[in-house]
Every structure is written in structure tokens, then in C-alpha cells.
């Protein structure tokens, strides 16, 4: 059985594998949703789009749900802390995910175009402000939460939802949404055909466009416009530690420091960069399937160029950096990591096979003919 360290590493590890599988899937419906109001011209064109994603969608969010659970049992503080400071974020994405099942299951029951068309703005909205708020949430990481502890371990909270929307934030959520759009363009490349295809292609040229410029700005501004944290003092990371059992700094190099201890990490960004090059290029040469790996390591390289350059850090705290929460000091006991680790191993893979399944078996590219030939079995 593993050590304590090696626990607290591996659910580190997995937590971020279940961010990307969230991204890499309900990633492309979002982007596909967000992309909808303008490249589909016509109420057919958007039911084509619709049905792309039409029996992926609700699978797909099973990775978001699972990442919240194992969250909870994982780190629970950081569950605690998280889910009391970014509660209006939180509520905000959920009433925004609520439009997602009814839109989908009654946009089509009525023919009024009226009817059609308010849901189509609700489904836009309820893919756009989740892809937005997560990208908030994660550059409000580098910057540091206002939160802290009293010697009880009582977390104090001491921020707004408007104060999550600064500059650095923004420019995080804008990065979020172009590279979901992005992988989404590229996903209704593979799927549809025609004009639908071209519009999904020059949509998917623009927000790799976007996600590039935001992302080396991201970049730069961490590297020279930002304070990082930095552990200054010695822990023992197969104890159990409280998150006040530490000594915290913060220093320019801080968020860097781990792409020079270990080089290797660069290949972290690296892969964002080439990762949108080669879908710009692909999509420039109407290579679809190239062109969504493209966009798929694009994601994968964003989302790991965030945990490389935060870790050991999860939560850190503008107030009271002491008080940061990390993998070493955050976590759930030995047995609790340990028994989870055993069921994770047994059902991702289970869950992840069962998935690729459903794709292979409901593959093809979905037109408007398929539409017209069956207007009332489909979205």
C-alpha cells in the first residue's frame, strides 16, 4: 500500500486527471452551445449542433460531479473553503447548468420560433457563464483567496463575488472560454458538414486566435506582474498536518519556482501553445479530427500548467498566507485516501471505457436531412 505522501500526491493526480476528462468532454458540448447563436443561421442548422452533443451532454457532466465529490472526500477543506467563498459563483453556475436539461429537452417541443429562440439564448448562457466562472475561479488561485483560520480551524471568509472579477480574473475566464470554444469548433467540424462546417471552422480559427493571445499574456503576467507563494518551512509530508503547522512567503519567483526545480514541467505550456497551433493549422487545412486533438492538448497543457505552477499549493490566502491550504496539509486521513484510491482505480476505468463506447456507437456526422427526416425523435 502507499505511504501517506504518495496518497496525498496520487489524489493530487487524480483530482487533476477528472478536471481534464471534464474539460476535454463537457468542454467541446459547452463550446459547441456558446458557438450555436452564431454560426447557426437557421432553426435546423442550431437543431443540427443540438444533436451532436445531444446523447454526450448529460454524460458528460458525470466528470464534473465526480471531480465535486472526490473534492469533498479528498480535500475537504479545500471543499469547505472553496464552496463558503465562491458560494455565489457556485450558485450562479448552478442556475446557469439548470437551463442546460430543459433546454434541451423542450426547446424543441413547440414551433414557435419565439419559444425557440428564448431557449436558445438560455441554453448559450448556461454554457457561457460556467466556462467563464471556472476560468475566474482558477486565476483568483494565483492571486490568493481572502480567507484565513482562527487556532479552532474556523475558516473566516472575507471577500465578495465582485472582487472575483478582477483584471487577472477575467483575462483567466476569457482564456477558459475561447479554449472551450475552440475544442467545440473543432468537435462540429468532425460532426456536420456543409456551410455549418465552414462557419464551425472559422470559429474555431478565432478562438484559438483569443485562447493564444490570452494565454502568453496569462503567462507574462504571472511571470512579471505577480507575486507567487513559496513553502519557507520544512514539513513533514507523510504526517498529518494542520494547514497552520507552516511557514508561507510570497516572492516573484513563486509560482515559477517549480518550472525551474523541475524542467520537465515545461512541457506543461508548451503543449497549450502547439496544442492551439497545430488546431489552427489543421482547421486552416479543413483536417477535422487533427485539428480537435489539437484543441484536446491545448486543454490538457492549460489545466496542467496551472497545477504545476500552484503545487504543492490548492487554495493559497491573500490575508493570511499561513493559513494556505496545500496537498500536504488539506487532505483526508491514510484510510480514507487510501480506500478511495482502490474504488478510483476499479471505476474510472469502468466509466471511461463505457464512455468511449457510447461515442464509437453513436459516431457520424449529424445534417440537416436527419433533422427533416425525423422532427420529432431528435433535439
Known amino acids: 500500500m502507499f505511504d501517506y505522501e504518495m496518497l496525498k500526491l496520487a489524489w493530487w493526480g487524480l483530482i487533476g486527471v477528472l478536471l481534464i476528462g471534464f474539460?476535454?468532454?463537457?468542454?467541446?458540448?459547452?463550446?459547441?452551445?456558446?458557438?450555436?447563436?452564431?454560426?447557426?443561421?437557421?432553426?435546423?442548422?442550431?437543431?443540427?449542433?443540438?444533436?451532436?452533443i445531444g446523447p454526450h451532454w448529460e454524460g458528460n457532466q458525470v466528470w464534473l460531479v465526480t471531480a465535486g465529490g472526490?473534492?469533498?472526500?479528498?480535500?475537504?477543506?479545500?471543499?469547505?473553503?472553496?464552496?463558503?467563498?465562491?458560494?455565489?459563483?457556485?450558485?450562479?453556475?448552478?442556475?446557469?447548468?439548470?437551463?442546460?436539461p430543459v433546454g434541451f429537452d423542450y426547446r424543441s417541443k413547440i414551433?414557435?420560433?419565439?419559444?425557440?429562440?428564448?431557449?436558445?439564448?438560455?441554453?448559450?448562457?448556461?454554457?457561457?457563464?460556467?466556462?467563464?466562472?471556472?476560468?475566474?475561479?482558477?486565476?483568483?488561485?494565483?492571486?490568493g483567496l481572502p480567507f484565513s483560520y482562527d487556532d479552532t480551524m474556523r475558516s473566516t471568509y472575507s471577500g465578495s463575488f465582485f472582487a472575483l472579477l478582477n483584471?487577472?480574473?477575467?483575462?483567466?475566464?476569457?482564456?477558459?472560454?475561447?479554449?472551450?470554444?475552440?475544442?467545440?469548433?473543432?468537435?462540429?467540424?468532425?460532426?456536420?458538414?456543409?456551410?455549418?462546417?465552414e462557419r464551425a471552422r472559422r470559429g474555431l480559427q478565432l478562438s484559438a486566435l483569443v485562447y493564444l493571445f490570452c494565454f502568453v499574456a496569462a503567462g507574462f503576467w504571472v511571470s512579471y506582474g505577480m507575486q507567487g507563494y513559496h513553502l519557507s518551512s520544512a514539513l513533514d509530508a507523510g504526517a498529518a498536518l494542520s494547514p497552520l503547522d507552516k511557514t508561507v512567503d510570497r516572492n516573484n519567483a513563486g509560482w515559477l519556482a517549480n518550472y525551474t526545480r523541475y524542467p520537465w514541467t515545461l512541457a506543461a505550456p508548451l503543449a497549450g501553445v502547439l496544442g492551439a497551433v497545430l488546431a489552427l493549422l489543421m482547421a486552416q487545412m479543413k483536417r477535422a479530427a487533427p485539428a480537435f486533438l489539437g484543441s484536446a492538448v491545448a486543454i490538457t497543457?492549460?489545466?496542467?500548467?496551472?497545477?504545476?505552477?500552484?503545487?504543492?499549493?490548492?487554495?493559497?490566502?491573500?490575508?493570511?498566507?499561513?493559513?494556505?491550504?496545500?496537498?500536504?496539509?488539506?487532505?483526508?486521513?491514510?484510510?480514507?485516501?487510501?480506500?478511495?484510491?482502490?474504488?478510483?482505480c476499479i471505476f474510472v476505468p469502468v466509466i471511461l471505457s463505457y464512455t468511449l463506447w457510447c461515442?464509437?456507437?453513436?459516431?457520424?456526422?449529424?445534417?440537416?436531412?436527419?433533422?427533416?427526416?425525423?422532427?420529432?425523435?431528435?433535439?
Open 70 to 100: 472526490a473534492l469533498f472526500a479528498a480535500w475537504p477543506l479545500v471543499y469547505a473553503a472553496a464552496f463558503s467563498g465562491f458560494y455565489w459563483a457556485m450558485m450562479l453556475v448552478l442556475f446557469a447548468l439548470f437551463f442546460r
Open 23 to 52: 474539460a476535454l468532454t463537457d468542454g467541446f458540448d459547452i463550446g459547441a452551445v456558446v458557438l450555436m447563436p452564431f454560426i447557426g443561421k437557421n432553426d435546423n442548422e442550431r437543431r443540427v449542433i443540438f444533436n451532436t
Open 301 to 344: 497543457g492549460t489545466i496542467l500548467t496551472a497545477g504545476f505552477a500552484l503545487f504543492p499549493f490548492i487554495m493559497p490566502s491573500s490575508i493570511d498566507p499561513a493559513s494556505s491550504l496545500t496537498v500536504w496539509d488539506a487532505t483526508s486521513s491514510r484510510m480514507t485516501l487510501g480506500i478511495m484510491l482502490v474504488a478510483a
Open 111 to 143: 414551433e414557435d420560433p419565439r419559444w425557440r429562440r428564448s431557449w436558445d439564448w438560455a441554453l448559450f448562457a448556461g454554457s457561457l457563464v460556467p466556462a467563464l466562472v471556472f476560468g475566474v475561479a482558477f486565476g483568483n488561485l494565483f492571486i
Open 167 to 197: 483584471p487577472f480574473g477575467l483575462l483567466a475566464g476569457v482564456v477558459s472560454v475561447s479554449m472551450l470554444v475552440m475544442h467545440g469548433g473543432s468537435w462540429l467540424m468532425m460532426r456536420t458538414d456543409g456551410e455549418l462546417q
Open 359 to 379: 461515442y464509437w456507437k453513436m459516431w457520424g456526422k449529424v445534417t440537416t436531412k436527419n433533422i427533416d427526416d425525423n422532427q420529432h425523435s431528435v433535439y
